[in-house]
């Protein structure tokens, strides 16, 4: 692990394409890399303090190395903004295809909105440029 920095992960958007619901390309050597550098948080609506939900979606979509990775990763609970989940003392970052307006307000607000990096599956290469990014900004 590069650091103890914190990555907190949205799954819809980040890791599995919406529509059809499949695997980011390029999503399970990602999954991988996060596990390998960083301290990895589940930050979805799918895992809200337990994340055997979190894994027991995304593993219909990934092989079971991956799966493996996914297990490592720890929980996050939150009631109505995932920004409740993260922790201003610690350094991290917050992968998500959609945050809410008042999610990148309260970022603002607490001087973290260069914390969030907003992720678009349609770009080419997405979490590959994703990768090559984190690589940069967490050494």
Known sequence: ???????YIDIDGVLLTKRPVAAAPGAEAF???????FNCFWLT???RGDARVAVRYVAQYVDASTLACLQTWQTTDWDTLKTEALHDTTEFYWLDDAPFVSEQQELERRGLLHRLITVDLARPD????????????AR
């Open 1 to 7: 692990m590069w650091s103890n920095t914190r990555l």
């Open 126 to 137: 997405e979490l590959q440029q994703l990768q090559q990014l984190l690589t940069r900004v």
């Open 31 to 37: 999954i991988h890399f996060l596990t390998q550098h």
């Open 45 to 47: 609506t799918h895992c």
